[in-house]
């Protein structure tokens, strides 16, 4: 896959994707925290709208009603970590790579949550292919899972502060 790469604000991705996924985040608290002056990252739109937009679907999927979403960005210098954290059940330990294998689903009984397995592993393969990482954890802070995003700053990525 070629992806469609160029500069994007994180901004503008993150708020594209939660409109996309409004009518499913309706029963859930968003908490949105990506600072505007973020460098920007090199991605294709389209590609990394749909990832998002897999992980909102999982985090409304799996974490209760009324429970909220934390979407936040930072920067370490090095790359850009997006991260979308929920207040759901979590990942077994032992599953928390796994969950990212075609087709693989932890309660596989589950039918109310009827999904194909397939959203995760279309998000490694997407993210990779725009050169980053994706990861899943368990929050420290709270039941739920953490699912971080990792991209590279490329040296030449325009950064919003450099043009004012
Ligand atoms: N936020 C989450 N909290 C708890 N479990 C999760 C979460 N996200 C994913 N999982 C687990 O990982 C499995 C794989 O997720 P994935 O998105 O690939 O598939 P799916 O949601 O079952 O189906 P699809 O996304 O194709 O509709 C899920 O079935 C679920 O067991
Ligand atoms: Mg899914």
Not at 7 to 35: E, M, Q
Not at 57 to 66: F, I, L, Q, V
Not at 121 to 142: L, Q
């Amino acid at each position: 896959m070629e992806p469609n790469a160029a500069f994007h604000y994180t901004g503008d991705i993150v708020g594209s994707a939660l409109r996309r996924a409004r009518k499913i985040l309706a029963d859930h608290t968003v908490d949105v925290d990506v600072p505007g002056d973020l460098p920007m990252v090199r991605v294709d739109p389209v590609l990394f709208e749909q990832v998002l937009f897999n992980l909102l679907d999982n985090a409304a999927k799996y974490a209760p009603e009324g429970s909220t979403i934390r979407v936040r960005a930072e920067s370490n210098g090095e790359r850009v970590l997006i991260k979308i954290a929920d207040e759901g059940p979590g990942i077994p330990q032992g599953d928390l790579e796994r969950v990212f294998d075609t087709f693989y689903r932890v309660r596989k009984g589950d039918h109310v949550r009827a999904g194909t397995g397939l959203g995760l592993s279309i998000c490694r393969g997407f993210v990779e292919a725009m050169g980053g990482t994706i990861a899943a954890e368990n929050r420290t802070d709270h039941s739920g899972a953490v699912f971080t995003i990792s991209l590279p700053l490329l040296p030449n990525a325009p950064n919003l502060k450099d043009m004012k």
